[in-house]
């Protein structure tokens, strides 16, 4: 019997034993499983709150304490209603009873904060599905911190709808209200106006004292037309320095709201021909600005835009820093030149294209030589004038053939008079498009290897804008052709931007006096003053000089008696063809 009561005792102790061990392993799974799951709690950065439906924080575990609108403990017990602004209050309680209604929801945003401490958060919920019978339901909130992506969306939005320079809202964006303001003016029989902003002599300063001084000018150009205009109005850079406004209810009708329209370009106007202060010196920047009104039937954003740019450059025509309504006639002009362009590119396959020279004569009057002009005889239109065709020639990209055909011309010409032992040198004219071609200097190099032409009587003429852009790239294509030969002359010079600082730094062979300085000379004493002192620039920088459009032999005189070396006009001789003129000259003159 005792035997048997020991073992029983012996049993029972060993299941004690064993139960006991149980018991600590189970304990010690469950604290380990307590410690990762707090572990994984811990380490999430969002906020994850139990709340009831009434918006009552029950409990509030959190990671980053700065994330909370107050301390930990003072929140349990509160409803979000007592510590967040009323909108994200409101918005949270609408997340919790969508939760109730259908499970969890989630997405919903709201902010907390306000200024530089602002910070954005999203929340998601779910509702606990084991609460007992009749108790209040709970729901778990995970709020994270989204700041970074609102920052990060709000970076790309100013990115794709904003410019970088200025900050004003860009093409994208001013299409955008464009369409909105059209739909409003036509619903409420409002007019609007759209105005075309073009800085006239931006490129020059842009060329001469450098991009990072351009973009300080156009920094303030854009300050001072948002600084001018009415709430709700919009001024957008296009880019470059082209503006645009856009202008909402002037009045209601097209014949009132023509005479506001022009008040508001006036003041734009006058307010961007006031100088700028940059780094302690003044600059001044006129503009040419371009109006349209809208609504107009059947028409849209494209249209006005195109409209009010068309107006912008009747502006600049008519003489810069101006302002021009759009009318039918500036579109019928549009229309004109597209129909000109046309009758460009037969022209120079039906062969209406010739070559004429001027000739150009030293101060004894003996000719040295003679400029290439080309000359359109249109079988409708009959003798276009060059001012007319040159410009949409160079519009359209006709001038690079139109260019190598006067190059090939002018290096037969110096060929067949290099035969005939003529020591004559001809000029023609280079466009900035065909000078920048990549492969320029090379066409130039074939051409003179081909025709046997010697380069050093040939002589490119360039303007002055064509000079000025990119600087450093022209002096090194031009010292490329002047090691073949070719010579340089700046055409019209003194119109454009006339400066020592560049001229010193060109490898240039001559300046030619622009005609309008010629003209009124020897009479009008400023002229006379201008052409003595581009003469005794030269004169100091060793370059040949040329005078344009001598007509009288007072000018000529006067010219001479300056030490001009070269005088051209119609004194001297109008425009011929070319073999005429050239058959002359190997006649011996």
């Given at each position: 019997?005792?035997?048997?009561?020991?073992?029983?005792?012996?049993?029972?102790?060993?299941?004690?034993?064993?139960?006991?061990?149980?018991?600590?392993?189970?304990t010690?799974?469950?604290?380990?499983?307590?410690?990762?799951?707090?572990?994984?709690?811990?380490?999430?950065?969002?906020?994850?709150?139990?709340?009831?439906?009434?918006g009552?924080?029950?409990?509030?575990?959190?990671?980053?304490?700065?994330?909370?609108?107050?301390?930990?403990?003072?929140?349990?017990?509160?409803?979000?209603?007592?510590?967040?602004?009323?909108?994200?209050?409101?918005?949270?309680?609408?997340?919790?009873?969508?939760?109730?209604?259908?499970?969890?929801?989630?997405?919903?945003?709201?902010?907390?904060?306000?200024?530089?401490?602002?910070?954005?958060?999203?929340?998601?919920?779910?509702?606990?599905?084991?609460?007992?019978?009749?108790?209040?339901?709970?729901?778990?909130?995970?709020?994270?911190?989204?700041?970074?992506?609102?920052?990060?969306?709000?970076?790309?939005?100013?990115?794709?709808?904003?410019?970088?320079?200025?900050?004003?809202?860009?093409?994208?964006?001013?299409?955008?209200?464009?369409?909105?303001?059209?739909?409003?003016?036509?619903?409420?029989?409002?007019?609007?106006?759209?105005l075309?902003?073009?800085?006239?002599?931006?490129?020059?300063?842009?060329?001469?004292?450098?991009?990072?001084?351009g973009?300080?000018?156009?920094?303030?150009?854009?300050?001072?037309l948002?600084?001018?205009?009415?709430?709700?109005?919009?001024?957008?850079?296009?880019?470059?320095?082209?503006?645009?406004?856009?202008?909402?209810?002037?009045?209601?009708?097209?014949?009132?709201?023509?005479?506001?329209?022009?008040?508001?370009?006036?003041?734009?106007?006058?307010?961007?021909?006031?100088?700028?202060?940059?780094?302690?010196?003044?600059?001044?920047?006129?503009?040419?600005?371009?109006?349209?009104?809208?609504?107009?039937?059947?028409?849209?954003?494209?249209?006005?835009?195109?409209?009010?740019?068309?107006?912008?450059y009747?502006?600049?025509?008519?003489?810069?820093?101006?302002?021009?309504?759009?009318?039918?006639?500036?579109?019928?002009?549009?229309?004109?030149r597209?129909?000109?362009?046309?009758?460009?590119?037969?022209?120079?396959?039906?062969?209406?294209?010739?070559?004429?020279?001027?000739?150009?004569?030293?101060a004894?009057?003996?000719?040295?030589?003679?400029?290439?002009?080309?000359?359109?005889?249109?079988?409708?239109?009959?003798?276009?004038?060059?001012?007319?065709?040159?410009?949409?020639?160079?519009?359209?990209?006709?001038?690079?053939?139109?260019?190598?055909?006067?190059?090939?011309?002018?290096?037969?010409?110096?060929?067949?008079l290099?035969?005939?032992?003529?020591?004559?040198?001809?000029?023609?004219?280079?466009?900035?498009?065909?000078?920048?071609?990549?492969?320029?200097?090379?066409?130039?190099?074939?051409?003179?290897?081909?025709?046997?032409?010697?380069?050093?009587?040939?002589?490119?003429?360039?303007?002055?804008?064509?000079?000025?852009?990119?600087?450093?790239?022209?002096?090194?294509?031009?010292?490329?052709?002047?090691?073949?030969?070719?010579?340089?002359?700046?055409?019209?010079?003194?119109?454009?931007?006339?400066?020592?600082?560049?001229?010193?730094?060109?490898?240039?062979?001559?300046?030619?006096?622009?005609?309008?300085?010629?003209?009124?000379a020897?009479?009008?004493?400023?002229?006379?003053?201008?052409?003595?002192?581009?003469?005794?620039?030269?004169?100091?920088?060793?370059?040949?000089?040329?005078?344009e459009?001598?007509?009288?032999?007072?000018?000529?005189d006067?010219?001479?008696?300056?030490?001009?070396?070269?005088?051209?006009?119609?004194?001297?001789?109008r425009?011929?063809?070319?073999?005429?003129?050239?058959?002359?000259?190997?006649?011996?003159?």
């Amino acid at each position: 019997m005792g035997l048997l009561l020991g073992g029983s005792v012996w049993l029972l102790a060993t299941a004690r034993e064993r139960a006991l061990r149980l018991a600590r392993g189970m304990t010690s799974e469950l604290r380990g499983t307590r410690d990762d799951l707090e572990s994984t709690l811990n380490a999430i950065p969002d906020l994850l709150f139990e709340l009831g439906l009434d918006g009552r924080i029950h409990h509030l575990r959190h990671s980053r304490a700065a994330l909370l609108p107050a301390p930990a403990q003072m929140l349990v017990g509160q409803r979000m209603q007592d510590i967040v602004a009323p909108d994200a209050a409101a918005g949270c309680l609408a997340a919790l009873q969508a939760a109730h209604d259908t499970g969890h929801s989630a997405g919903h945003q709201y902010r907390l904060g306000s200024g530089g401490d602002e910070r954005w958060f999203e929340l998601s919920i779910a509702r606990k599905e084991n609460a007992a019978p009749g108790e209040a339901p709970r729901f778990i909130a995970l709020s994270r911190d989204i700041t970074e992506r609102k920052l990060s969306e709000a970076r790309t939005y100013h990115l794709a709808y904003f410019d970088a320079l200025t900050g004003l809202p860009n093409r994208r964006m001013l299409l955008d209200r464009m369409e909105r303001s059209l739909d409003a003016a036509r619903r409420a029989g409002q007019v609007g106006a759209l105005l075309f902003i073009d800085l006239d002599n931006f490129k020059q300063i842009n060329d001469a004292r450098g991009h990072s001084l351009g973009d300080l000018l156009l920094v303030q150009v854009a300050q001072r037309l948002v600084d001018l205009l009415a709430p709700g109005d919009i001024v957008a850079r296009l880019g470059g320095d082209e503006f645009v406004v856009l202008v909402h209810d002037l009045a209601g009708g097209m014949q009132d709201a023509g005479p506001a329209a022009m008040a508001v370009a006036e003041t734009l106007r006058v307010a961007l021909e006031a100088p700028y202060t940059i780094h302690q010196h003044l600059y001044s920047s006129t503009a040419s600005i371009g109006i349209t009104l809208f609504p107009k039937p059947d028409e849209g954003v494209e249209d006005l835009l195109r409209e009010a740019d068309t107006a912008m450059y009747r502006a600049k025509d008519l003489g810069r820093n101006r302002i021009r309504f759009y009318e039918a006639a500036m579109q019928a002009d549009v229309q004109e030149r597209l129909t000109l362009e046309q009758d460009l590119k037969n022209a120079a396959a039906e062969g209406q294209l010739a070559a004429f020279v001027q000739p150009q004569v030293n101060a004894a009057g003996v000719v040295v030589g003679g400029e290439l002009l080309m000359r359109w005889n249109h079988p409708v239109r009959g003798s276009v004038p060059p001012a007319r065709f040159i410009p949409v020639a160079e519009a359209s990209g006709l001038i690079l053939r139109m260019g190598d055909w006067m190059i090939l011309q002018a290096c037969e010409t110096l060929a067949r008079l290099q035969a005939a032992q003529r020591d004559l040198s001809i000029s023609v004219n280079v466009s900035e498009r065909q000078f920048r071609q990549d492969d320029f200097v090379e066409r130039m190099r074939g051409v003179l290897v081909s025709t046997g032409a010697n380069p050093a009587h040939l002589i490119l003429e360039v303007t002055e804008s064509l000079l000025i852009e990119n600087l450093d790239d022209t002096i090194a294509r031009m010292t490329e052709l002047r090691r073949l030969g070719v010579r340089f002359s700046i055409d019209d010079f003194g119109t454009g931007y006339s400066s020592l600082a560049y001229l010193k730094r060109l490898p240039l062979y001559e300046l030619k006096i622009d005609k309008s300085f010629v003209q009124d000379a020897p009479h009008d004493p400023n002229d006379t003053a201008i052409v003595q002192s581009i003469i005794s620039v030269a004169r100091h920088l060793n370059l040949h000089v040329v005078a344009e459009g001598v007509e009288t032999r007072a000018q000529a005189d006067f010219l001479v008696a300056s030490q001009c070396n070269g005088l051209q006009g119609y004194l001297f001789g109008r425009p011929e063809p070319l073999q005429q003129w050239l058959a002359r000259q190997l006649q011996g003159g």
